[in-house]
């Protein structure tokens, strides 16, 4: 078992994260006799999952549905409407990416034509 401060510090997560997860239903602890945050073993990979998930762009609230299907090797097991949900992501992904490159494009060509006209 382990304290809110030591779960911090093996996961470079702040302690206040931690608190957020676990109110979002997260990531769970027991309490001890004195109010602490306990966590069990298991918590330090949960962390580590939520963190990738975000990463992947994921809401807490998909990742509270994808979280009981994470496999301890960072892979998911198949569970009903979680592989939909990560394709949504993936395609939300894939948009905001066709939407930056256009960006970009528009961006480079208005330089571009800047800097002949100097």
Same mark, same amino acid.
């Given at each position: 078992?382990?304290?809110?401060?030591?779960?911090?510090?093996?996961?470079?997560?702040?302690?206040?994260?931690?608190?957020?997860?676990?109110?979002? !239903?997260? +990531?769970?602890?027991? %309490?001890?006799?004195?109010?602490?945050? #306990?966590?069990? *073993? &298991?918590?330090?990979?949960?962390? @580590?999952?939520?963190?990738?998930?975000?990463?992947?762009?994921?809401?807490?609230?998909?990742?509270?549905?994808?979280?009981?299907?994470?496999?301890?090797?960072?892979?998911?097991?198949?569970?009903? !409407?979680? +592989?939909?949900?990560? %394709?949504?992501?993936?395609?939300?992904? #894939?948009?905001? *990416? &066709?939407?930056?490159?256009?960006? @970009?494009?528009?961006?480079?060509?208005?330089?571009?034509?800047?800097?002949?006209?100097?």
């Amino acid at each position: 078992m382990m304290l809110i401060g030591q779960l911090a510090r093996r996961t470079g997560t702040s302690e206040r994260l931690l608190r957020y997860y676990e109110r979002v !239903g997260l +990531l769970a602890s027991s %309490r001890q006799a004195n109010g602490y945050r #306990d966590y069990d *073993a &298991a918590a330090e990979q949960t962390v @580590r999952q939520i963190r990738a998930l975000l990463t992947a762009g994921l809401s807490t609230t998909v990742i509270r549905q994808v979280l009981p299907c994470a496999l301890a090797d960072g892979s998911l097991r198949p569970c009903p !409407g979680v +592989l939909d949900k990560l %394709r949504a992501q993936l395609a939300h992904l #894939d948009q905001r *990416a &066709a939407d930056l490159a256009q960006a @970009r494009q528009t961006l480079q060509r208005a330089i571009a034509a800047t800097e002949r006209a100097e």
